[in-house]
């Protein structure tokens, strides 16, 4: 009896142990302060740089560029830093000259990692900045997010929604251009069987002069047949030899009792 309970605390044990060993803690906790030391720091150099300091990072290689980020101690891999250069103009074209950052900010973790959020005040409109850190802490991007009012979204909307519709009707247009050139098709079809006709017809008679005319040429043989005929029935007619008799000429009378 003693053994089989010892040999069933001994499972029990084990079971816990294995239990135990099969849960994993996958939270990760991340230092908001040092996360927001980070963003300011990008925040500040790239609001105090112009075109001729981004095309400098720009044309470093991948290795001086890394070293450069090391050296500043921002946890940043060059080409993630090269894309962040890149939001940031694009966010400075969409919003204005950058001014300060307004309220302080906020982060909210995930899956997959950190996203630090800030106000930011702009020239022309005002923008959310979003810091994106993996679960070591290294900054993966940043996005500025353009607030636009009620009026612009509406403006926004309705030139989008013209510049869709008008290019569907202008298709349009053109497609209906195209089908009404349809009914032409048959008279120019008729027109060039004609002229083919034409040319076909102008070339034989070309052709026809082309060709050599026989020439007509008197048939002596039988002229001098028939006058041999001729004087040797006058001869016997006369009872004479027709050695004697010479034929000028053969002539047909009109008045011909023969025919």
Known sequence: MKKKISLLGLIL???????????????????????????DFIVQNFSMMGEADFQNFSDMSDLELEMTLLQAGVPVTGENFLTMMGAWDAGEQECGEFVGLKDGYTMETTNEGALLTVEGDFA???????????????IESLTIGAHYSTAEIL???GLN????????????????????LFKFIPALEQKFKKSAKTEIVNEKPTAAL?????????DV?????????IAAAIAASEGTSADGFIVRSIKRRKSNKWN
Request: glycine share 8%.
């Open 13 to 39: 044990i084990l079971v816990f142990s294995f239990s135990g060993c099969g849960k994993s803690d996958d939270t990760v906790e991340y230092d908001q302060e040092q996360l927001e030391q980070y963003a």
């Open 210 to 218: 082309k060709t050599e005319m026989p020439e007509v040429s008197e």
């Open 161 to 180: 929604t013209i510049l869709g519709m008008g290019t569907v009707f202008v298709v349009l247009i053109f497609i209906s251009f195209i089908i009404s």
């Open 155 to 157: 403006k926004k909307a």
């Open 221 to 229: 043989t039988e002229d001098t047949e028939l006058a041999a005929v």
């Open 124 to 138: 022309e409109r005002d923008g959310a900045l979003e810091f994106a850190f993996d679960k070591k802490g290294n």
